[in-house]
T-cell receptor
Framework: GAVVSQHPSWVICKSGTSVKIECRSLDFQATTMFWYRQFPKQSLMLMATSNEGSKATYEQGVEKDKFLINHASLTLSTLTVTSAHPEDSSFYIC??????????????FGPGTRLTVL | GNSVTQMEGPVTLSEEAFLTINCTYTATGYPSLFWYVQYPGEGLQLLLKATKADDKGSNKGFEATYRKETTSFHLEKGSVQVSDSAVYFCALSGSSGSRLTFGEGTQLTVNP
């Protein structure tokens, strides 16, 4: 299957700083990337849908000013956690896909980024 | 809306035991159904999928059959290995190819 990478794989930062996480589709052009958050021993919570060249669509309850998403090219989307606080500590996973008409094709997942805010 | 319900974990088995992880869903139309596996500290990997009723998805000894009459997609494996220890997620994608809806995940531990 297609390969999706994330960088960094883990990051530790101080409270109040901003952290950028990159999601790259390595061998295909992804029109759409999804960002998920996963709490320990829980399922994936969709945060936002990112379409190349347009603004991201955020799920209800997700602060768009805190979780900035940019999808500037067909192979790269970034998630920036601004003014991070300990409650933002989590495992962040991206996935990438393409569209056929209005339908999404199979999603390919990145390996995840572990964020720890001290 | 769409929803997925998985059997609660954790599940602990001995090597070579038979595995079943139940998954039922609620959706309109004809969704596609998936099982994903997440190994410790990693992202999700697609394990198998089925796109229409009565389809059987299979991979690495795992299989699941799309049962529309019971709205189920139970995951089975005849003989588990220690390396199968992971979290398993059942998921669906709506008939219009919409985004994924995940179940809660089931932690499987296989002891030697």
């Amino acid at each position: 299957g297609a390969v999706v990478s994330q960088h960094p794989s883990w990051v530790i930062c101080k409270s109040g700083t901003s952290v950028k996480i990159e999601c790259r589709s390595l061998d295909f052009q992804a029109t759409t990337m999804f960002w998920y958050r996963q709490f320990p021993k829980q399922s994936l919570m969709l945060m936002a849908t990112s379409n190349e060249g347009s603004k991201a669509t955020y799920e209800q309850g997700v602060e768009k000013d805190k979780f900035l998403i940019n999808h500037a090219s067909l192979t790269l989307s970034t998630l920036t956690v601004t003014s991070a606080h300990p409650e933002d500590s989590s495992f962040y996973i991206c996935s990438a896909t393409t569209r056929t008409g209005a339908s999404y094709n199979e999603q390919f997942f990145g390996p995840g980024t572990r964020l720890t805010v001290l | 809306g769409n929803s997925v319900t998985q059997m609660e974990g954790p599940v602990t088995l001995s090597e070579e035991a038979f595995l079943t992880i139940n998954c039922t869903y609620t959706a309109t139309g004809y969704p596609s159904l998936f099982w994903y596996v997440q190994y410790p500290g990693e992202g999700l990997q697609l394990l198998l999928k089925a796109t229409k009723a009565d389809d059987k998805g299979s991979n690495k000894g795992f299989e699941a059959t799309y049962r529309k009459e019971t709205t189920s997609f139970h995951l089975e494996k005849g003989s588990v290995q220690v390396s199968d220890s992971a979290v398993y997620f059942c998921a669906l994608s709506g008939s219009s190819g919409s985004r994924l809806t995940f179940g809660e995940g089931t932690q499987l531990t296989v002891n030697p």
